[in-house]
């Protein structure tokens, strides 16, 4: 990996060794950090919705704007590069309530972040920190050298998790 690999809405990267991947804009949408120490392999994947299964044929076709396709492929890359499962850990950050609503059915960030640690744990990965929720959108860094993931706010400055 060179120094940096920008992370897309509906979209994901993997890195090895050094660098940062940074993705931008997460309201709703989530962002999950997955981080093998060990192997220095970490990935940043940015999904916008909670499940393909409840969309029509054709918008099923983005694998990875999804929680739960992105985040197993995600992890399938990682381990062809010499991740190990059973060190991988994950971070995640955004869900949050862009739009006052009190229809559960338009409440996407919640339905984002059940579906994300939902996935997580049918893959036994754990999460060990998250920055989920509230009002406001989110800027995420994830430095593939030491497994730190920033989260920035122009409302809530620099969270270091």
């Known amino acids: ?28 949408c989530v962002g999950i950090c997955l981080y093998d120490k060990s192997a220095k392999i970490g990935g ?10 409840s969309v029509t044929a054709g918008a ?10 992105a985040i197993p492929d995600m992890l399938s890359k990682m381990l062809t590069m010499g991740a190990v499962k059973a060190r991988i850990t994950a971070k995640i950050a ?6 006052p609503t009190s229809n559960e059915k338009f409440n996407i960030g919640d339905r984002n972040v059940a579906a994300v640690k939902s996935t997580l744990a ?19 860094f994830f430095n593939v050298v ?7 706010s122009t409302t809530k400055g620099v969270k270091v998790l």
């Open 122 to 140: 049918s893959l036994k990965i754990p999460i060990t920190a998250q920055d989920c929720g509230e009002n406001y959108g989110r800027t995420v």
């Open 146 to 152: 030491d497994g730190v993931m920033e989260v920035k």
């Open 1 to 28: 990996m060179s120094k940096g690999l920008n992370v897309g809405i509906s979209d994901w990267k993997v890195g090895k060794g050094e660098g940062m991947i940074v993705t931008y804009a997460l309201g709703s």
């Open 60 to 69: 099923a076709n983005n694998r990875m704007k999804f929680a739960d396709t």
């Open 94 to 99: 955004g869900g949050a309530h862009m739009f």
């Open 44 to 53: 940043l994947s940015h999904i916008m919705l909670p499940d393909s299964k």
